[in-house]
């Protein structure tokens, strides 16, 4: 089984770079995910979301970028091949009453009341971010390699992510993938301790905020690569230290890969959320993001970042 990351082509499998996620829904009920979190990393749960709450969701987000001419209509999500820029969502479209009837579902409160190893769990003990990360993931596109605190962090850092595939997803639509044991491992330190500290709003980083789209730099550092095909209503929940990004999409027949990035805290968390992402109208990070590329105002390249961190791996000088 292959799978692919940018231009590389890797294979999947126990004594591959890319392993298969161990699901965890064993613990379910037990008060246990917390810990499991606290060891991987990553909690990755099947069939947990109700069925027709999904479905729903994904009809009405198909329904909206069929409007818009990204798909096919009638399709179930073929790309349009005329359409130049495939993964653009309307922010308004994660909002909608089928998208929040999901991503504020009690059933999914009181998972991450479970995951955030709240007492009771249900929907009493959890916030969530106002603000949904709504994905279509066209053809050949996907994430680069990031942490999500360098995007929250202007709140707690215990906060946990809840990535919702709205649809099935194989290894060609390509998933999440996470580096297991990158929040703890050694190798990582350096890491965690200088690129996950940062805020893309003020750390003057040009580009994307992602620490690197080179599966080469992920691997040198000996943790796996994780993921999974998803089907619909799984989810994978994982930390705000956890290094992750995504499979390449290269579908055939090109499909649209849908899926939701929601963001979870404790209500009684002192530290609170990132408030640039609450409200009716959130900015969330959009001054940087509309900047992004504007080296007079975000002067200092990943790579120049990288180096003064001393977390340059030799590997990835130019080539
Ligand atoms: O879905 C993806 O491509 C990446 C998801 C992600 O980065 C996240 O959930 O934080």
Redesign the pocket.
């Known amino acids: 089984m292959a799978c692919r990351i940018g231009p590389h082509v890797l294979q999947v499998g126990p004594s591959e770079d890319v392993k298969l996620m161990e699901p965890a829904n064993d613990l379910l009920g037990t008060g246990r995910l917390k810990q499991r979190l606290k060891e991987e990393g990553y909690l990755y749960l099947q069939e947990v979301l109700p069925l027709d709450l999904v479905s729903a969701a994904r009809k009405a987000v198909l329904a909206s970028l069929e409007d818009s001419g990204m798909i096919l209509e009638g399709t179930d999500g073929c790309l349009n091949p005329e359409t130049q820029d495939q993964g653009a969502v309307p922010a308004e479209l994660a909002r909608c009453p089928e998208m929040l009837s999901l991503v504020e579902s009690e059933s999914l409160k009181g998972l991450m009341a479970e995951a955030l190893g709240c007492d009771e769990f249900d929907g009493k003990g959890v916030r969530t971010l106002d603000y949904k990360?709504l994905?279509a993931?066209g053809l050949g596109e996907?994430?680069g390699f990031?942490t999500?605190s360098v995007y929250l962090n202007k709140g707690s850092r215990q906060g946990l992510?809840c990535?919702i595939p709205l649809g099935d997803v194989d290894f060609q639509m390509g998933?999440?993938c996470v580096v297991g044991g990158s929040h703890s491992a050694q190798s990582y330190k350096k890491v965690r301790e200088t690129y996950s500290q940062i805020d893309v709003d003020t750390a003057g980083i040009h580009g994307t905020g992602w620490f690197t789209e080179d599966v080469r730099e992920i691997l040198a550092y000996r943790c796996p690569l994780l993921t999974s095909a998803f089907q619909l209503s799984d989810v994978v929940i994982f930390r705000l230290d956890t290094m992750?990004?995504?499979l390449s999409n290269h579908s055939d027949p090109p499909k649209v890969r849908l899926?939701c990035?929601t963001r979870w805290y404790a209500a009684d968390d002192t530290d609170g959320v990132d408030p640039r992402y609450m409200g009716e109208k959130p900015c969330g990070t959009a001054l940087w993001w509309v900047n992004r590329h504007n080296k007079d105002l975000f002067p200092v390249s990943m790579e120049e970042a990288k180096c003064k961190w001393g977390v340059r791996l030799p590997c990835t000088s130019a080539d």
Request: net charge negative.
């Open positions: 990360w994905r993931v996907n994430s990031h999500d992510t990535w998933g999440l992750h990004g995504s899926s990035d």
